[in-house]
């Protein structure tokens, strides 16, 4: 087998098994046959100058060693040619060749070749590439080969360019996926923040309203308060305004009734008979003090009236049972019944109106 263009191995001759020097030599005289050497064969064992695989139109030497080959032996070969310099010169190892080999082998063109252990193939150096390129078929080979290698590079290079827009997409939607996340992150964020200004704004004005209600309970209630001061103020005032006259009247009741006590103790009975009737006349301003005076509940209409004829009645009852002959007679007869008649009707009407 042989390798063209990217040295891929050509399906000639059937491969074996490279075990041995012998075997390395009879592969490397087949492969020379199929090249076009029809009479190649295996030099036998003698002085052979070096040589293993002779043809009328070649040379060639195989070396079945673990070490590469090197500059002098590639010499000894072209020795071993001598003047016969229309044979071509091969050379085949199974490990390679040195730099400095290549590039002798390269000068004087021979043709270096790398067996495998199942017996293919591989040109190492310019002149045995060229060589291959001579063969029939083998350029049409090659150019599809390389057609072939630009197609598969090609489609590599079409793959990788799709495993990088397919990474390109991947990496475009997982930062479009970011930014819509960090966009929903941010407007649930900026939702939160506009709820919690308005919990705050709210917040503040039913604290606002609060203290309103609070500054107008206090108000209304400090306003009551100094109603009700206003209020007691007034009805005390008006007490007092109310009880100042009824004092008088018991002031001057007492006054009169003491002067009546006197007259009466320091009197003649003729003087006594007259200051019956100032008696009288005091009772009945006491009386009437007392009643204005007192807080007697309730303070009516219907309930000053019967007290009025309550007063009426025990003044005359008074000026009767203290008044002496004459001022009995004074007002004895009519006067008297009219009195008593008129304070009945007081405290009547005073029963009716409470």
Do not use: H
Not at 73 to 92: K, Y
Not at 284 to 294: E, H, Q, R, S, V
Request: a positive charge.
């Amino acid at each position: 087998m042989v390798s063209i263009g990217a040295w891929e191995p050509l399906t000639e001759p059937p491969r074996q098994s490279i075990d041995s020097w012998g075997s390395a030599e009879s592969n490397a005289a087949a492969w020379m046959r199929f090249w076009g050497f029809r009479d190649a064969r295996v030099t036998q064992g003698g002085a052979d100058a070096g040589v293993d695989v002779r043809s009328r139109g070649a040379l060639a030497q195989v070396k079945f060693e673990a070490a590469q080959v090197g500059r002098p032996v590639l010499q000894r070969l072209v020795g071993a040619r001598g003047r016969s310099v229309n044979q071509d010169l091969f050379f085949f190892s199974g490990v390679g060749f040195s730099a400095q080999a290549v590039e002798y082998a390269n000068e004087m063109d021979i043709r270096l070749f790398k067996y495998s252990l199942t017996g293919a193939m591989t040109p190492e150096n310019r002149s045995a590439r060229a060589f291959l390129r001579t063969l029939p078929g083998v350029a049409e080979r090659e150019a599809a080969e390389q057609a072939r290698a630009v197609a598969e590079r090609n489609a590599l290079l079409r793959a990788a360019a799709q495993r990088k827009a397919v990474q390109r997409a991947a990496v475009e939607r997982a930062a479009a996926k970011r930014l819509a996340e960090q966009r929903s992150l941010e407007e649930r964020a900026a939702a939160q923040g506009r709820q919690r200004a308005v919990e705050g704004a709210e917040a503040r004005a039913a604290q606002q309203r609060a203290a309103t209600e609070r500054t107008v309970v206090l108000a209304r209630f400090a306003g009551a308060l100094r109603a009700a001061e206003a209020k007691r103020t007034a009805d005390e005032e008006a007490e007092r305004r109310r009880q100042l006259p009824a004092i008088r009247r018991v002031m001057a009741g007492l006054v009169l009734s003491f002067a009546t006590l006197c007259s009466w103790l320091a009197g003649s009975p003729s003087i006594k008979d007259v200051v019956r009737g100032g008696a009288a006349l005091s009772y009945i301003l006491i009386f009437w003090g007392l009643y204005t005076g007192l807080s007697l509940p309730p303070r009516k209409p219907g309930v000053r009236r019967f007290f009025i004829g309550l007063a009426l009645l025990a003044a005359v009852i008074c000026s009767w049972a203290f008044g002496g002959p004459a001022f009995r007679n004074l007002i004895a007869g009519d006067g008297i019944t009219a009195a008593i008649v008129i304070s009945i009707l007081l405290m009547a009407w005073g029963i009716i109106l409470a």
